[in-house]
Protein backbone atom coordinates (compact mmCIF):
# COMPACT_ATOMS: atom_id res chain seq x y z
CA UNK A 1 0.00 0.00 0.00
CA UNK A 2 1.73 3.38 -1.37
CA UNK A 3 -0.70 5.55 0.23
CA UNK A 4 -3.56 5.51 3.37
CA UNK A 5 -6.36 8.52 2.91
CA UNK A 6 -7.26 9.44 6.16
CA UNK A 7 -10.91 11.17 6.09
CA UNK A 8 -12.26 12.00 9.54
CA UNK A 9 -16.27 12.62 9.29
CA UNK A 10 -18.72 14.11 11.22
CA UNK A 11 -22.39 13.98 9.90
CA UNK A 12 -21.71 14.35 5.96
CA UNK A 13 -23.86 11.98 4.50
CA UNK A 14 -24.26 14.09 1.62
CA UNK A 15 -20.75 13.66 0.64
CA UNK A 16 -19.35 10.74 0.77
CA UNK A 17 -20.57 9.52 -2.74
CA UNK A 18 -18.94 12.35 -4.64
CA UNK A 19 -15.77 12.32 -2.09
CA UNK A 20 -15.09 8.16 -3.22
CA UNK A 21 -15.82 9.14 -6.86
CA UNK A 22 -13.43 12.18 -7.08
CA UNK A 23 -10.74 10.35 -4.76
CA UNK A 24 -10.90 7.48 -7.26
CA UNK A 25 -9.93 9.44 -10.13
CA UNK A 26 -7.22 11.69 -8.40
CA UNK A 27 -5.33 8.35 -7.07
CA UNK A 28 -5.07 6.73 -10.48
CA UNK A 29 -2.16 4.83 -10.66
CA UNK A 30 -1.57 4.89 -6.85
CA UNK A 31 -1.60 2.04 -4.85
CA UNK A 32 -4.38 3.68 -2.27
CA UNK A 33 -6.92 3.00 0.47
CA UNK A 34 -9.12 5.63 2.19
CA UNK A 35 -10.18 4.93 6.01
CA UNK A 36 -13.31 6.64 7.39
CA UNK A 37 -12.79 7.81 10.96
CA UNK A 38 -16.76 8.56 11.34
CA UNK A 39 -17.82 10.27 14.65
CA UNK A 40 -21.55 10.99 13.00
CA UNK A 41 -24.92 11.00 14.47
CA UNK A 42 -26.61 10.76 11.40
CA UNK A 43 -26.98 7.55 8.93
CA UNK A 44 -23.49 8.81 7.43
CA UNK A 45 -21.96 5.16 8.53
CA UNK A 46 -24.28 3.54 6.69
CA UNK A 47 -24.05 5.79 3.29
CA UNK A 48 -20.11 5.00 3.30
CA UNK A 49 -20.69 1.38 3.80
CA UNK A 50 -22.86 1.33 0.97
CA UNK A 51 -20.56 3.36 -1.27
CA UNK A 52 -17.59 0.97 0.07
CA UNK A 53 -19.44 -1.85 -1.39
CA UNK A 54 -19.17 -0.51 -5.05
CA UNK A 55 -15.75 1.16 -4.54
CA UNK A 56 -12.93 0.35 -6.98
CA UNK A 57 -10.14 1.06 -4.26
CA UNK A 58 -10.11 0.14 -0.47
CA UNK A 59 -12.27 1.45 1.88
CA UNK A 60 -12.57 1.13 5.41
CA UNK A 61 -15.04 2.67 8.11
CA UNK A 62 -13.97 3.10 11.61
CA UNK A 63 -17.01 4.44 13.79
CA UNK A 64 -16.42 5.96 16.94
CA UNK A 65 -18.74 6.61 19.91
CA UNK A 66 -16.85 8.08 22.49
CA UNK A 67 -15.84 11.33 19.64
CA UNK A 68 -12.51 11.54 21.76
CA UNK A 69 -10.18 14.62 21.05
CA UNK A 70 -12.98 15.40 18.45
CA UNK A 71 -11.22 15.70 14.31
CA UNK A 72 -7.96 15.32 15.69
CA UNK A 73 -8.81 12.44 17.40
CA UNK A 74 -10.01 10.62 14.39
CA UNK A 75 -7.23 11.35 12.34
CA UNK A 76 -4.32 10.07 15.05
CA UNK A 77 -7.17 7.00 15.31
CA UNK A 78 -6.65 6.77 11.70
CA UNK A 79 -3.23 6.87 11.53
CA UNK A 80 -2.94 3.60 14.07
CA UNK A 81 -5.10 2.03 11.24
CA UNK A 82 -3.08 2.97 7.90
CA UNK A 83 -1.87 0.49 6.05
CA UNK A 84 1.00 2.75 4.55
CA UNK A 85 2.85 4.66 6.59
CA UNK A 86 2.17 7.15 4.17
CA UNK A 87 -0.76 9.46 5.68
CA UNK A 88 -2.95 11.69 3.94
CA UNK A 89 -5.74 13.44 5.29
CA UNK A 90 -8.75 15.02 4.03
CA UNK A 91 -11.53 16.55 4.78
CA UNK A 92 -15.02 14.87 4.13
CA UNK A 93 -16.86 18.34 2.61
CA UNK A 94 -15.20 18.54 -0.44
CA UNK A 95 -13.59 21.59 0.27
CA UNK A 96 -10.30 19.95 -0.13
CA UNK A 97 -10.23 19.57 -3.69
CA UNK A 98 -9.42 15.42 -3.90
CA UNK A 99 -7.79 16.21 -7.22
CA UNK A 100 -4.68 17.53 -5.69
CA UNK A 101 -4.15 14.07 -3.69
CA UNK A 102 -1.59 13.39 -6.26
CA UNK A 103 0.43 16.32 -6.62
CA UNK A 104 0.68 16.33 -2.27
CA UNK A 105 2.00 12.65 -3.11
CA UNK A 106 4.44 13.33 -6.19
CA UNK A 107 5.92 16.34 -3.68
CA UNK A 108 6.64 13.77 -1.06
CA UNK A 109 7.87 11.21 -3.12
CA UNK A 110 10.99 13.12 -3.38
CA UNK A 111 12.12 12.27 -0.40
CA UNK A 112 13.10 15.83 1.20
CA UNK A 113 9.57 16.35 3.71
CA UNK A 114 8.22 14.83 6.48
CA UNK A 115 5.30 16.50 5.79
CA UNK A 116 3.65 18.21 2.68
CA UNK A 117 0.72 20.39 3.52
CA UNK A 118 -1.61 21.94 1.18
CA UNK A 119 -2.03 25.87 1.79
CA UNK A 120 -4.10 28.41 1.48
CA UNK A 121 -1.73 31.00 1.82
CA UNK A 122 1.41 29.69 -0.11
CA UNK A 123 1.87 31.21 -4.20
CA UNK A 124 -0.83 30.20 -5.85
CA UNK A 125 -3.63 29.12 -2.53
CA UNK A 126 -6.59 30.98 -2.16
CA UNK A 127 -9.03 30.64 0.50
CA UNK A 128 -12.14 31.74 -1.10
CA UNK A 129 -14.18 28.79 0.40
CA UNK A 130 -14.31 30.22 3.84
CA UNK A 131 -18.13 31.37 4.31
CA UNK A 132 -17.81 35.35 4.73
CA UNK A 133 -14.73 38.06 4.86
CA UNK A 134 -15.48 37.63 8.47
CA UNK A 135 -14.39 34.21 8.71
CA UNK A 136 -11.50 35.33 6.62
CA UNK A 137 -10.34 37.86 8.07
CA UNK A 138 -10.44 35.41 11.46
CA UNK A 139 -8.75 32.43 9.32
CA UNK A 140 -6.02 34.87 8.45
CA UNK A 141 -5.99 36.11 12.64
CA UNK A 142 -5.44 32.76 14.07
CA UNK A 143 -2.63 31.67 11.43
CA UNK A 144 -0.45 35.08 11.89
CA UNK A 145 -1.16 34.31 15.91
CA UNK A 146 -0.16 30.75 15.85
CA UNK A 147 2.98 31.24 13.80
CA UNK A 148 3.75 34.29 15.99
CA UNK A 149 4.42 32.13 19.01
CA UNK A 150 6.07 29.21 17.40
CA UNK A 151 8.48 31.64 15.43
CA UNK A 152 10.85 28.54 14.94
CA UNK A 153 8.70 25.49 14.42
CA UNK A 154 6.08 27.40 12.00
CA UNK A 155 8.93 29.22 10.01
CA UNK A 156 8.43 27.36 6.43
CA UNK A 157 4.44 27.05 6.98
CA UNK A 158 2.10 29.58 5.77
CA UNK A 159 -0.79 27.37 6.65
CA UNK A 160 -0.56 25.46 10.00
CA UNK A 161 -4.35 25.57 10.86
CA UNK A 162 -4.88 23.66 7.17
CA UNK A 163 -6.72 20.26 7.59
CA UNK A 164 -5.47 19.08 4.41
CA UNK A 165 -1.63 17.09 4.53
CA UNK A 166 0.30 14.17 3.67
CA UNK A 167 3.02 13.06 6.40
CA UNK A 168 5.24 10.03 7.02
CA UNK A 169 3.60 9.22 10.21
CA UNK A 170 7.13 7.04 11.18
CA UNK A 171 8.08 11.48 11.46
CA UNK A 172 5.87 11.80 14.13
CA UNK A 173 5.28 10.82 17.87
CA UNK A 174 1.97 9.40 18.22
CA UNK A 175 1.87 9.22 21.92
CA UNK A 176 2.75 12.83 22.35
CA UNK A 177 -0.16 14.20 20.54
CA UNK A 178 -2.94 15.92 22.56
CA UNK A 179 -5.75 16.01 19.62
CA UNK A 180 -8.01 18.44 20.90
CA UNK A 181 -10.94 19.23 18.38
CA UNK A 182 -10.19 20.64 14.31
CA UNK A 183 -6.50 21.67 14.34
CA UNK A 184 -3.98 18.19 14.38
CA UNK A 185 -1.44 19.77 12.11
CA UNK A 186 -0.67 22.32 14.23
CA UNK A 187 -0.40 19.36 16.82
CA UNK A 188 1.69 17.83 14.64
CA UNK A 189 4.10 20.35 13.62
CA UNK A 190 4.50 22.08 17.28
CA UNK A 191 5.53 18.66 18.80
CA UNK A 192 8.74 17.64 16.83
CA UNK A 193 11.01 19.23 14.30
CA UNK A 194 10.00 18.14 10.92
CA UNK A 195 11.26 18.83 7.40
CA UNK A 196 8.16 20.90 5.84
CA UNK A 197 7.07 21.25 2.19
CA UNK A 198 3.81 23.28 0.76
CA UNK A 199 2.06 23.01 -2.15
CA UNK A 200 -0.62 25.27 -2.76
CA UNK A 201 -4.21 24.45 -3.28
CA UNK A 202 -7.96 26.32 -3.55
CA UNK A 203 -10.12 26.14 -0.58
CA UNK A 204 -13.44 24.91 -2.61
CA UNK A 205 -16.76 25.51 -1.32
CA UNK A 206 -18.66 23.21 0.78
CA UNK A 207 -19.87 20.66 -1.11
CA UNK A 208 -23.34 19.55 0.69
CA UNK A 209 -23.73 19.99 4.75
CA UNK A 210 -23.09 22.82 7.11
CA UNK A 211 -19.98 24.06 8.58
CA UNK A 212 -18.76 22.76 11.57
CA UNK A 213 -17.01 26.00 12.36
CA UNK A 214 -18.55 27.78 16.01
CA UNK A 215 -17.41 29.68 18.77
CA UNK A 216 -17.08 25.72 20.56
CA UNK A 217 -14.53 25.34 17.96
CA UNK A 218 -12.50 28.65 18.57
CA UNK A 219 -12.56 27.98 21.95
CA UNK A 220 -10.87 24.70 21.47
CA UNK A 221 -8.57 26.50 19.08
CA UNK A 222 -7.19 28.87 21.82
CA UNK A 223 -7.41 25.65 24.67
CA UNK A 224 -4.85 24.19 22.10
CA UNK A 225 -2.54 26.92 21.18
CA UNK A 226 -2.18 27.80 25.08
CA UNK A 227 -1.42 23.96 26.06
CA UNK A 228 0.90 23.79 23.25
CA UNK A 229 2.94 26.99 23.91
CA UNK A 230 3.33 26.99 27.63
CA UNK A 231 1.87 23.49 29.01
CA UNK A 232 -1.08 22.23 31.06
CA UNK A 233 -0.05 24.16 34.25
CA UNK A 234 0.44 27.64 32.87
CA UNK A 235 -3.14 26.96 31.03
CA UNK A 236 -4.56 25.97 34.09
CA UNK A 237 -2.65 29.60 35.24
CA UNK A 238 -5.06 31.17 32.65
CA UNK A 239 -8.24 29.81 34.00
CA UNK A 240 -7.26 30.75 37.33
CA UNK A 241 -5.95 34.08 35.75
CA UNK A 242 -9.27 34.82 34.99
CA UNK A 243 -11.10 33.20 37.85
CA UNK A 244 -9.04 35.52 39.80
CA UNK A 245 -10.14 38.81 37.75
CA UNK A 246 -13.53 37.94 38.13
CA UNK A 247 -13.42 37.51 42.21
CA UNK A 248 -12.15 40.48 42.61
CA UNK A 249 -14.33 42.03 40.78
CA UNK A 250 -17.05 40.50 42.34
CA UNK A 251 -15.30 41.86 45.39
CA UNK A 252 -15.22 45.17 44.42
CA UNK A 253 -18.31 45.52 43.60
CA UNK A 254 -20.77 43.75 46.39
CA UNK A 255 -18.27 46.13 48.45
CA UNK A 256 -19.31 49.29 46.47
CA UNK A 257 -22.83 48.41 47.41
CA UNK A 258 -22.16 48.29 51.04
CA UNK A 259 -22.09 44.83 51.28
CA UNK A 260 -19.00 43.45 53.85
CA UNK A 261 -15.61 42.62 52.30
CA UNK A 262 -15.42 39.22 54.40
CA UNK A 263 -19.01 38.51 53.02
CA UNK A 264 -18.23 39.70 49.28
CA UNK A 265 -14.98 37.67 49.31
CA UNK A 266 -17.61 34.15 50.36
CA UNK A 267 -19.71 34.99 47.38
CA UNK A 268 -17.31 35.82 45.55
CA UNK A 269 -15.18 32.44 46.25
CA UNK A 270 -18.10 30.26 45.43
CA UNK A 271 -18.88 31.64 42.08
CA UNK A 272 -15.17 31.43 40.81
CA UNK A 273 -15.04 27.70 42.91
CA UNK A 274 -17.75 26.83 40.50
CA UNK A 275 -16.64 28.58 37.23
CA UNK A 276 -13.19 27.40 37.74
CA UNK A 277 -13.91 23.84 37.79
CA UNK A 278 -16.23 23.84 34.68
CA UNK A 279 -13.33 25.53 32.53
CA UNK A 280 -10.98 23.06 34.34
CA UNK A 281 -12.73 19.98 33.28
CA UNK A 282 -13.24 21.06 29.35
CA UNK A 283 -9.94 22.81 28.87
CA UNK A 284 -7.34 21.49 31.26
CA UNK A 285 -7.81 18.17 32.58
CA UNK A 286 -10.12 16.85 29.81
CA UNK A 287 -7.40 14.05 28.89
CA UNK A 288 -7.76 12.70 32.11
CA UNK A 289 -11.10 12.29 33.12
CA UNK A 290 -11.66 9.24 31.78
CA UNK A 291 -9.45 7.37 33.81
CA UNK A 292 -10.61 9.57 36.92
CA UNK A 293 -13.49 9.18 39.38
CA UNK A 294 -16.86 10.07 38.63
CA UNK A 295 -17.81 13.75 37.64
CA UNK A 296 -19.82 14.23 40.51
CA UNK A 297 -17.21 13.21 42.89
CA UNK A 298 -14.24 15.20 40.52
CA UNK A 299 -16.40 18.33 41.41
CA UNK A 300 -17.34 17.27 45.07
CA UNK A 301 -13.05 16.74 45.64
CA UNK A 302 -13.01 20.50 44.01
CA UNK A 303 -15.60 21.90 45.41
CA UNK A 304 -14.67 20.83 49.20
CA UNK A 305 -11.09 21.89 48.96
CA UNK A 306 -11.53 24.94 47.17
CA UNK A 307 -13.86 25.73 50.04
CA UNK A 308 -11.15 24.17 52.50
CA UNK A 309 -9.00 26.97 50.79
CA UNK A 310 -10.93 29.60 50.83
CA UNK A 311 -11.84 29.26 54.47
CA UNK A 312 -8.15 29.89 55.34
CA UNK A 313 -7.81 31.99 52.59
CA UNK A 314 -9.78 34.61 53.57
CA UNK A 315 -9.21 35.25 57.36
CA UNK A 316 -5.41 35.59 56.09
CA UNK A 317 -6.77 38.00 53.59
CA UNK A 318 -8.84 40.09 56.44
CA UNK A 319 -5.58 39.41 58.92
CA UNK A 320 -3.87 41.67 55.80
CA UNK A 321 -6.56 44.12 55.78
CA UNK A 322 -7.33 44.61 59.22
CA UNK A 323 -3.61 44.66 60.57
CA UNK A 324 -1.47 45.91 57.82
CA UNK A 325 -4.01 48.26 56.39
CA UNK A 326 -3.60 46.92 53.05
CA UNK A 327 -6.31 47.26 50.46
CA UNK A 328 -8.59 44.17 49.91
CA UNK A 329 -8.48 44.54 46.48
CA UNK A 330 -4.70 43.93 46.53
CA UNK A 331 -4.98 41.50 49.91
CA UNK A 332 -7.52 39.33 47.45
CA UNK A 333 -4.85 39.33 44.22
CA UNK A 334 -2.19 38.21 46.99
CA UNK A 335 -3.69 35.35 48.43
CA UNK A 336 -4.93 33.78 45.06
CA UNK A 337 -1.91 33.74 43.91
CA UNK A 338 -0.49 31.94 46.73
CA UNK A 339 -3.35 29.44 46.33
CA UNK A 340 -2.59 28.65 42.73
CA UNK A 341 0.12 26.73 43.59
CA UNK A 342 -1.33 24.29 46.07
CA UNK A 343 -4.91 24.38 43.85
CA UNK A 344 -3.13 23.03 41.20
CA UNK A 345 -1.41 20.48 43.03
CA UNK A 346 -4.14 19.23 44.52
CA UNK A 347 -6.12 19.27 41.48
CA UNK A 348 -3.56 16.99 39.37
CA UNK A 349 -2.75 14.36 42.16
CA UNK A 350 -6.46 14.23 44.16
CA UNK A 351 -9.52 15.42 41.68
CA UNK A 352 -7.96 13.68 38.42
CA UNK A 353 -6.07 11.11 39.69
CA UNK A 354 -6.65 7.40 37.70
CA UNK A 355 -8.72 4.99 39.71
CA UNK A 356 -6.67 2.28 41.48
CA UNK A 357 -5.93 -0.64 39.77
CA UNK A 358 -3.56 -3.60 40.32
CA UNK A 359 -0.09 -2.64 42.15
CA UNK A 360 0.78 0.84 42.64
CA UNK A 361 4.21 2.74 43.31
CA UNK A 362 4.81 4.49 46.86
CA UNK A 363 2.65 7.92 47.32
CA UNK A 364 6.48 9.76 47.54
CA UNK A 365 7.03 8.12 44.22
CA UNK A 366 3.67 8.83 42.86
CA UNK A 367 3.94 12.29 44.17
CA UNK A 368 6.95 13.25 42.35
CA UNK A 369 6.22 11.64 39.51
CA UNK A 370 2.51 12.84 39.06
CA UNK A 371 3.77 16.40 39.69
CA UNK A 372 6.44 16.21 37.18
CA UNK A 373 4.08 15.21 34.90
CA UNK A 374 1.56 17.77 35.24
CA UNK A 375 3.48 20.72 35.30
CA UNK A 376 5.07 19.59 31.77
CA UNK A 377 2.39 18.41 30.02
CA UNK A 378 1.72 18.68 26.90
CA UNK A 379 4.27 20.54 27.32
CA UNK A 380 6.61 22.19 24.32
CA UNK A 381 9.82 22.33 22.72
Request: glycine share 8%; net charge neutral.
Amino acid sequence: MQLSIIVPTFNEAPNVAELIRRVTAAVEGIDAEVIFVDDSTDHTPDVIREVAASADLPVRLVHRSSRAGGLGGAVVEGFALAESDTCLVIDGDLQHPPEQIPVLFERFERGDADVVIASRYAGGGTATGLADRTRVLVSKAATALTRAMFPIRLRDVSDPMTGFFLVDRRAIEASTLRPRGFKILLEILARKNLRVAEVPFAFADRHAGESKASVRQGLHFMTQLTALRFGKMSLFAVIGGLGAIVNIAIVWGLTELGVGYVIAAVIAAEVTIIGNFLLLEHFVFHDMREAASRGWLRFAKSFTFNNAEALVRIPIMALLVESWHISVVFATALTLAVAFVVRFVFHSLVVYAPRRTGVEPSRARRFVDELDAQAMAPGEL
